[in-house]
């Protein structure tokens, strides 16, 4: 129940969203990629590991009415996020909202300390990964390393979840460069900026999940009876090959560049996590182009493998039916033999 006016302006705006589970990357075309493993170290190195397991159900209405009691202000040298479910009223700091949602317990630094630590500047970092100048709304076809790339994307899905996956805004930068780094970061308070924003937004809120993540930490869920999304294809987004063929990240099929070996595509997951340990300055527009398709090689490898070995499979089962019809053959000929022979010895006497 709205407790005031902006609550209620807020319920009439959430009322016509529709409402998603977090978004993922298709599971068979994450694994073909081979860039698992990089993603993996990535997340460790900033302390995100435990957050990028979600398999909580998101629910329609519980996301409703956290995103509209939804507040937060700065006292002292903490920030306190308010918010309600069930129409109790819950107060975490930060911090706790951090751990909340699985980010790691040890102490995370806050973004705004990336300029004065590290000394980091957008500009010079986007131009190390980039071949584009850096804005508010950067491309991420433009970023020379796989691993960044998919690291940027996921950003767009899960921490920032926008409609346009082929953006990567500066807050999304800053993550890449401590993922880059090995600085461990929270992004908390730009994460609840980004979802107040959702509520006048014109894309799927699909933060459900998160949101569900929060309420089994306060304990709100103890009894309560919710109702949940269902779990399918138009409930959750899973962004897969077709969605990087169509934003020119990777070619398929027969246009593809041919002739690619297995040990060229090694070569880019190798590079990819050089992209996160030790970032390269400046790579050519060669670069870039070199890698139009690594991903969409790899898969093509995997898929003529896979057939290759489907066909010798089907050559075995044929042969191994040839085998059974001669050895039955032999054995109706062995058959007769004996019995031939048989009739002899005791035709002669000899039985």
């Excluded at 929060?214 to 959750?236: C, F, M, R, S």
Aim: glycine share 4%; proline share 4%.
């Amino acid at each position: 129940m709205p407790w005031n006016d902006y609550e209620w302006d807020a319920l009439d705006l959430l009322k016509n969203q529709t409402y998603h589970h977090v978004r993922i990357f298709e599971p068979l075309f994450f694994i073909k990629t081979g860039l698992k493993a990089d993603m993996t170290r990535a997340f460790s190195h900033v302390g995100w590991y435990n957050f990028t397991d979600m398999t909580e159900p998101g629910s329609k209405f519980l996301t409703m009415e956290f995103l509209m009691t939804l507040s937060f202000e700065e006292v002292g040298n903490n920030n306190e996020i308010y918010f309600r479910f069930f129409d109790e009223q819950f107060k975490l700091t930060a911090k706790e909202l951090s751990v909340a949602l699985g980010f790691d317990k040890k102490w995370l630094l806050d973004s705004s300390v990336l300029t004065k630590t590290y000394k980091y500047d957008p500009t010079t970092w986007w131009n190390e990964i980039s071949e584009e100048p850096v804005s508010s709304k950067n491309s991420i076809v433009s970023i020379h390393h796989p691993a960044l790339r998919m690291l940027a994307k996921w950003i767009g899905m899960v921490v920032h979840p926008h409609s346009d996956l082929r953006l990567c805004s500066l807050s999304e930068v800053q993550y890449l460069f401590a993922m880059a780094k090995k600085i461990k970061l929270f992004p908390i308070m730009s994460m609840l900026a980004h979802w107040q924003k959702m509520i006048v937004g014109r894309s799927h809120i699909d933060i459900t999940t998160l949101v569900t993540c929060i309420a089994t930490h306060v304990k709100a869920l103890d009894n309560a009876q919710v109702t949940y999304l269902p779990w399918g294809d138009e409930y959750q987004l899973r962004v897969g090959v077709e969605h990087f063929v169509q934003g020119h990240m990777m070619r398929e099929g027969p246009d593809a560049e041919k002739g690619a070996s297995s040990s060229q595509h090694r070569r880019y997951n190798n590079s990819a996590i050089n992209a996160i340990e030790h970032p390269t300055v400046g790579p050519s527009s060669s670069a870039c182009n070199r890698y139009e398709n690594p991903f969409m090689r790899g898969i093509t490898d995997l898929t003529t493998r896979v057939n290759t070995m489907g066909q010798q499979q089907d050559q075995i089962s044929i042969d191994l039916t040839h085998n059974t019809e001669l050895i039955q053959q032999n054995w109706s000929m062995n058959t007769s033999l004996l019995c031939d022979t048989t009739s002899i010895f005791t035709h002669l006497g000899l039985g």
